[in-house]
């Protein structure tokens, strides 16, 4: 028999899921928002608040996409931190990550490290972090907006032969408002020039004591050039991630972020996915803003082909119709056909949104002309 979740159902109705909830437990059952009711039980309910249910609640495909069981306890596993690193231009930031990609990755095993690749993971005494290279404030913006929570540490570059920047305090007040940890990487202290102590006393000008000065800012000196501090950096970052028990379900259907993604002339569209839970495999149906299609092929960071991918794992997925946007959420779809329905629905609901836009518009226009 079809069912509805909680959740779904407060939406349906327009009423909040406590008040949902409560009407349940008068009818003696014990419910949460993620609770599967049966539609006699949903008539019910709906009765309670003067609401006739005529006919069964129709469910998009949307709806039939997003509705995700909830994950026990026992399915949630260990998975690895994503870290991003941000700061000012030039201060280092694609250096470093080079440098910890090639002090990690064992020679020959990448395919050459010098190819551009938005996001990588390393291994540190067999952990593994996830890093992405700075998406750029506006796409870290975007994808913050769409709801992607596609960083647990932020690791803000400083030169040490400069300073605190424009783009630094920006850095500094995303990572603040997203509410991730902040660990400093000053950056460039093989420079003759280089200030730490300058740099950490502009850094408490921001709210950023130095665990060093009895603060909770961890600051890491590093080299780009040199490879000095980036064992440590790498340390610190395990040690933040262990505090924050990050967690994820592998045993379910893959959702994910889209880091980046273009059309390749060979391949079609290809799309950097964060998976941030579940596991992705080759042959799944997915969708990503309008986006559908089914996982043909998928590459790891270091340029093999992989046919599953875990939480925190970033895979460059090839298969999508069309290509989808930096920030859109991937899903692995339960039923074949549903990613291309669910496409469909937003397409039409893109459409309705334009239109009413437009008549919006131009009604307008005629009075401004009047
Ligand atoms: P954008 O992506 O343009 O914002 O810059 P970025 O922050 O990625 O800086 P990038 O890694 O491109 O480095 C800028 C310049 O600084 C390059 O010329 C690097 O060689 C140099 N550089 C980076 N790190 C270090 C370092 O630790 N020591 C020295 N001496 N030079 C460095
Ligand atoms: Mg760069």
Same mark, same amino acid.
């Given at each position: 028999?079809?069912?509805?979740? !909680?959740?779904?159902? %407060?939406?349906?109705?327009?009423?909040?899921? %406590?008040?949902?909830?409560?009407?349940?437990?008068?009818?003696?059952?014990? %419910?949460?928002?993620?609770?599967?009711?049966?539609?006699?039980?949903?008539?019910? !309910?709906?009765?309670?608040?003067?609401?006739?249910?005529?006919?069964?609640?129709?469910?998009?495909?949307?709806?039939?996409?997003?509705?995700? @069981?909830?994950?026990?306890?026992? &399915?949630?596993? /260990?998975?690895?931190?994503?870290?991003?690193?941000?700061?000012?231009?030039?201060?280092?930031?694609?250096?470093?990550?080079?440098?910890?990609?090639?002090?990690?990755?064992?020679?020959?095993?990448?395919?050459?490290?010098?190819?551009?690749?938005?996001?990588?993971?390393?291994?540190?005494?067999?952990? #593994?972090?996830?890093?992405?290279?700075?998406?750029?404030?506006?796409?870290?913006?975007?994808?913050?907006?769409?709801?992607?929570?596609?960083?647990?540490?932020?690791? $803000?570059?400083?030169?040490?032969?400069?300073?605190?920047?424009?783009?630094? !305090?920006?850095?500094?007040?995303?990572?603040?408002?997203?509410?991730?940890? $902040?660990?400093?990487?000053?950056?460039?202290?093989?420079?003759?020039?280089?200030?730490?102590?300058?740099?950490?006393?502009?850094?408490?000008?921001?709210?950023? =004591?130095?665990?060093?000065?009895?603060?909770?800012?961890?600051?890491?000196?590093?080299?780009?050039?040199?490879?000095?501090? $980036?064992?440590?950096?790498?340390?610190?970052?395990?040690?933040?991630?262990?505090?924050?028990?990050?967690?994820?379900?592998?045993?379910?259907?893959?959702?994910?972020?889209?880091?980046?993604?273009? =059309?390749?002339?060979?391949?079609?569209?290809?799309?950097? !996915?964060?998976?941030?839970?579940?596991?992705?495999?080759?042959?799944?149906?997915? $969708?990503?803003?309008?986006?559908?299609?089914?996982?043909?092929?998928?590459?790891?960071?270091?340029?093999?082909?992989?046919?599953?991918?875990?939480?925190? &794992?970033?895979?460059?997925?090839?298969?999508?119709?069309?290509?989808?946007? @930096?920030?859109?959420?991937?899903?692995?779809?339960?039923?074949?056909?549903?990613?291309? &329905?669910?496409?469909?629905?937003?397409?039409?609901?893109? /459409?309705?949104?334009?239109? #009413?836009?437009?008549? #919006?518009? %131009? =009604?307008?226009?005629?009075?401004? &002309?009047?």
């Amino acid at each position: 028999e079809e069912t509805i979740s !909680v959740k779904l159902f %407060s939406e349906k109705i327009g009423k909040p899921v %406590s008040e949902i909830l409560k009407k349940l437990l008068l009818l003696g059952m014990m %419910s949460t928002i993620n609770s599967q009711i049966d539609f006699d039980t949903a008539t019910l !309910v709906a009765g309670e608040f003067g609401i006739e249910l005529e006919q069964k609640i129709e469910k998009t495909a949307e709806d039939i996409l997003i509705e995700e @069981a909830p994950d026990t306890e026992e &399915q949630l596993l /260990k998975r690895p931190p994503i870290v991003t690193i941000m700061g000012h231009v030039d201060h280092g930031k694609t250096s470093l990550l080079d440098k910890i990609r090639q002090s990690k990755v064992t020679e020959g095993e990448a395919g050459g490290i010098t190819q551009h690749i938005g996001a990588y993971q390393v291994e540190l005494n067999g952990e #593994k972090i996830t890093f992405i290279d700075t998406p750029g404030h506006e796409a870290f913006t975007a994808m913050r907006a769409r709801g992607a929570q596609v960083t647990d540490i932020a690791i $803000i570059v400083v030169a040490a032969d400069d300073g605190i920047m424009p783009q630094t !305090v920006e850095a500094i007040n995303h990572a603040k408002s997203a509410d991730v940890p $902040i660990i400093v990487a000053v950056n460039k202290i093989d420079r003759p020039n280089a200030n730490v102590q300058k740099i950490m006393q502009e850094l408490t000008e921001h709210d950023l =004591l130095p665990e060093e000065w009895g603060g909770q800012t961890i600051v890491v000196p590093v080299s780009a050039k040199t490879g000095e501090g $980036i064992e440590k950096l790498l340390e610190m970052i395990l040690l933040v991630a262990e505090v924050q028990e990050l967690k994820a379900n592998p045993d379910r259907l893959a959702k994910g972020t889209i880091v980046e993604a273009q =059309l390749d002339k060979g391949r079609g569209p290809v799309a950097t !996915v964060l998976v941030e839970t579940g596991t992705l495999r080759t042959g799944d149906t997915i $969708i990503a803003g309008t986006a559908y299609g089914r996982v043909r092929a998928m590459v790891n960071d270091l340029g093999k082909t992989v046919n599953e991918a875990f939480p925190s &794992q970033p895979v460059e997925v090839i298969g999508f119709s069309e290509v989808p946007a @930096a920030g859109d959420i991937l899903h692995a779809a339960p039923a074949d056909k549903l990613s291309k &329905q669910v496409a469909e629905e937003r397409k039409d609901k893109q /459409k309705a949104e334009m239109l #009413k836009k437009m008549s #919006k518009v %131009s =009604l307008d226009d005629l009075f401004n &002309q009047i």
